[in-house]
């Protein structure tokens, strides 16, 4: 009894054993797997690419040397985008931003009786030229969490246009940049070096004598235009 059992366990055994044998082979026979040498669908590391495709601009384009011979008519124009939120004669209301009379060299959040953002409140200094064409290019990179929602003036001739139209509403009395502000800023936010250095010393040259010239010429020509 005691064996006849042992050889009944035995025989399910082995039979499994040849059972699974069989279907293996069989299977293999049936379906031939095919392992490719590469993946279907390539996988590739998760690269990090700095920046992410051609670089964008980080800094604005100078425009000191164009706010002197800018189109002030045409800032005038570019001035309604910004008149659903501000109004800029003396004394005039503020609306969803502030009354901008007399802002171009005043200090940042320059209405005593608005409600600025605390980043705007916070952001100190004055409203200089280059201030003004950074926060016109780019409101909300300039000053983070600024609650002016606008875009910004991507033209350098548009901020220019926009600025000298600006201080004519209450600030002229507010220099023109001069040659040595135009040199600085252009300095300031030069591209970086490019690689050949011939290209470069010619650039400069090129570009000092009528950036002076102008800004010579412009300032005489300025003081009888403004009121
Ligand atoms: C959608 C409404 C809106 C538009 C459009 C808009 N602004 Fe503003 N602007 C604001 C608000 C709101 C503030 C106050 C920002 C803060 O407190 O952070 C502001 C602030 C400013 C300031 C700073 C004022 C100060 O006293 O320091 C300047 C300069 C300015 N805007 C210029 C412009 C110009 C120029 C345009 C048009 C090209 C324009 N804005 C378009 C809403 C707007």
């Not at 004669?89 to 005593?112: I, M």
């Not at 023109?176 to 040259?205: V, Y």
Request: charged share 25%; aromatic share 6%.
């Amino acid at each position: 009894m005691d064996s006849m059992e042992k050889n009944k366990i035995f025989a399910a055994v082995l039979c499994a054993g040849i059972m699974a044998m069989l279907s293996g082979f069989i299977a293999g026979k049936l379906v031939h797997p095919h392992i490719p040498d590469e993946d279907a669908v390539p996988i590739e590391g998760v690269e990090v690419v700095a920046g992410g495709g051609p670089a964008k601009p980080q800094l604005p384009d100078p425009i000191m040397d164009l706010i002197a011979e800018a189109d002030i008519s045409k800032g005038e124009k570019l001035s309604k985008a910004c008149a659903a939120c501000h109004s800029f004669d003396q004394g005039g209301p503020h609306r969803v931003g502030p009354n901008l009379y007399g802002l171009v060299g005043g200090p940042k959040a320059h209405a005593g009786d608005f409600e600025y953002s605390v980043a705007m409140q916070n952001a100190g200094g004055a409203w200089g030229y280059e201030d003004l064409n950074f926060f016109l290019w780019k409101p909300k990179k300039y000053i983070e969490g600024t609650k002016m929602n606008y875009l910004g003036l991507k033209k350098p001739s548009d901020r220019a246009a926009m600025i000298a139209w600006l201080r004519q509403q209450g600030s002229s009395s507010f220099p023109l940049p001069s040659a040595g502000e135009i040199e600085a800023e252009k300095a300031a936010l030069a591209p970086p070096e490019p690689e050949e250095p011939e290209a470069e010393e010619s650039a400069d040259a090129s570009e000092a004598a009528p950036a002076s010239d102008d800004a010579a010429e412009t300032e005489a020509e300025a003081e009888p235009a403004a009121h």
